[in-house]
């Protein structure tokens, strides 16, 4: 497994996850680019989702107004 310097992406804030936001992180193994498919739930206990095409900040920002619960997992 390959090891990233995050500091050498130069991420803009709005793409930058915040700790608490990272442990929720589940999946991630495709996304955009690789075929896969994603679904955001805006509250991590619930059962409805909502489809998309990655889960970058920017996409589940637009699915959900309040970030605090919201989990995407890419299949």
Known sequence: MKKLKLEELNLGNAEVLSREELKKVL???SGAGSGGSCT???DQSSSD??????????TVSKVCSDLS???????
């Open 49 to 58: 989702g909502t489809s998309v095409s990655d889960c970058s900040r920017t």
């Open 69 to 75: 619960n919201a989990v995407c997992v890419c299949s």
């Open 40 to 42: 955001v739930r805006c």
């Open 27 to 29: 999946g991630g193994g």
